[in-house]
């Protein structure tokens, strides 16, 4: 399946923070309101906590080295600079890992069955929607370095 299209400099695409802060709202909602079933209760659940907490790091963590490195954070615009240490030598978009994690976390915390369907749902509109576009337009910009970078760095973990 060919990725998305590149947003134009008019379009207003869906950022991750914005799926990500989507799937959280619809994990507390789903949790009150349709809690299908209990899978743990505290302290069991407090195991959540670590992976909000790598999962932040994560992100913040790749965040930071990319603005140190000169190449745009923000979603859909062409990357000048090919990071491939700290967190990237693990994943080829540790941000977006580090979202999936917080929320796997918020789920765990949570301690119910629904939420976790959210969890999927956020991990599938980042890579088709987001991760599908960024790759594509970083093997345009960086053609045989990325492609060796690919076959050597797994997409998420």
Same mark, same amino acid.
Do not use: E
């Given at each position: 399946m060919p990725p998305p299209p590149v947003p134009r400099s008019g379009d207003r695409p869906v950022l991750p923070t914005t799926y990500a802060m989507l799937a959280v709202a619809a994990m507390v909602a789903l949790h009150l309101l349709a809690p299908v079933a209990g899978l743990a209760q505290a302290?069991?659940?407090?195991?959540?906590?670590?992976? $909000?907490? $790598?999962?932040?790091?994560?992100?913040?963590?790749?965040?930071k080295l990319l603005r140190r490195r000169g190449t745009p954070? @923000?979603?859909? @615009?062409?990357?000048?600079?090919?990071? @491939?240490?700290?967190?990237?030598?693990?994943?080829?978009?540790?941000?977006? %890992?580090?979202?999936?994690?917080? +929320?796997?976390?918020?789920?765990?915390? %949570?301690g119910t069955l629904s939420p976790f369907l959210v969890v999927g749902v956020l +991990?599938?509109?980042?890579?088709?929607? $987001?991760v599908a576009v960024e790759e594509a337009m970083a093997e345009d910009a960086f053609g045989d370095a990325w492609r060796a970078y690919r076959a050597r760095v797994r997409r998420w973990f």
């Open positions: 302290p069991v659940t407090w195991l959540g906590a670590p992976f $909000v907490g $790598v999962g932040l790091i994560l992100s913040f963590w790749a965040d954070t @923000r979603p859909f @615009r062409p990357p000048r600079v090919l990071v @491939r240490d700290g967190p990237f030598q693990l994943s080829r978009h540790p941000m977006y %890992l580090g979202m999936v994690l917080a +929320a796997l976390g918020i789920a765990m915390l %949570l +991990a599938w509109l980042i890579d088709r929607r $987001v």
